[in-house]
């Protein structure tokens, strides 16, 4: 079975004045065998439009070549005319050597006549979808007849860009704003934000259709707790496509809160502190070589030091400065009291 060709009423046709309208146009279904001699005789009131001809898919801002499958020599020029429509609009016609442009296709299309009368048509709008057709008429006796038809399907894909994620900096103390957006794709998307493979709420999610490109933009934010460590992934689905964006976020190590840093060094100063004391006992204890009463002396006055530092390195919330002051009068006392017993051994 080759294809169907149908007749459509109250569409466009090309006459010898050029695109005109008919209305009323009665319409027939043909065979693939009877398509020549039906073209013949209707392609003087009607538009024929081939079902299940060539298709040709392109992105938005690219440029197409539409072949109309039809050479002409250079002599023929001045004679034949050639038109090319997309459904029921008039893109361009070649009548008697001239070329004639409808709006919308002014600087933008071409009619590559060597290579076999192609339709260029640059920087490709979603609009420009649609079934165009190709004529070619030859003069006879009474006017121009049908000397070929060729037909083509264009698609135009507006894939959307990879979404970008934008810091919008903090709603509060702890929680923080995020801003995913993408333009220039279509159909329609659907945007969500997943952690975890689950979805979670978003804020101010807004989609917006330019009117005169029909391409889609999509904004969304999303708020969250900065105390913990998050996975977010932006996904924006259109059609059968998808494409998205991952923002992580890694808490602070300041945000471990102040009681557990307190605990920390508590610690540490006091393991260091105790073992410090128990040094200088025993090393005091060793290098003592004066008479029994003054090393039993000097002992008691390093154990009393002890006893002081011992309580205060317990207290948790004693900043490190006050507790380097308290423990520096301590020992600072306790050389003075040295001095006096060195001074009073000696007299």
């Known amino acids: 079975m080759g294809p169907t060709v149908t007749m459509v009423p109250s569409w ?183 952690e975890n493979g689950e979805e979670t709420d978003a804020v101010n999610t807004t989609i917006f259709q330019d009117p005169q490109t029909e391409l889609f933009t999509v904004r969304s934010e999303l708020h969250f707790n900065t105390t913990s460590n998050h996975s977010f992934k932006c996904l924006i689905k259109y059609g059968d496509a998808t494409v998205s964006e991952t923002f992580t976020w890694q808490k602070s190590q300041q945000q471990d809160g102040p009681d557990n840093r307190n605990d920390q060094f508590s610690v540490s100063m006091t393991c260091l502190s105790t073992a410090a004391v128990f040094l200088v006992i025993v090393f005091g204890a060793l290098a003592c070589s004066s008479p029994a009463c003054i090393c039993d002396d000097l002992f008691q006055k390093l154990l009393q030091t002890a006893r002081t530092i011992l309580p205060v390195l317990q207290d948790k919330t004693l900043p490190f400065r006050a507790l380097h002051k308290q423990t520096s009068a301590t020992l600072h006392g306790h050389h003075s009291s040295s001095g006096d017993l060195d001074s009073r051994t000696y007299k």
């Open 12 to 194: 466009v046709w090309f006459s010898n004045a050029g695109f005109e309208s008919q209305k009323n146009s009665p319409t027939k279904n043909l065979s693939s065998a009877s398509i020549k001699d039906a073209l013949g005789s209707w392609c003087s009131v009607t538009t024929v439009i081939i079902r299940g001809g060539r298709q040709v898919t392109k992105a938005v801002r690219e440029a197409v070549i539409l072949s109309c499958e039809y050479n002409i020599s250079v002599n023929e020029l001045e004679r034949i005319r050639v038109y090319w429509q997309k459904d029921r609009q008039a893109v361009l016609s070649l009548t008697f050597g001239k070329t004639k442009k409808w709006t919308g296709y002014e600087n933008r299309t071409i009619l590559d006549i060597p290579n076999n009368l192609s339709l260029v048509i640059l920087t490709l709008r979603l609009t420009d979808r649609g079934t165009y057709s190709c004529v070619v008429q030859k003069p006879e006796k009474n006017g121009f007849k049908m000397e070929h038809l060729s037909s083509v399907m264009l698609s135009i894909r507006a894939d959307f860009p990879a979404p970008s994620i934008t810091d919008l900096g903090n709603l509060s103390t702890n929680i923080k704003r995020i801003l995913c957006s993408t333009s220039g794709g279509f159909p329609k998307p659907h945007l969500s934000w997943l």
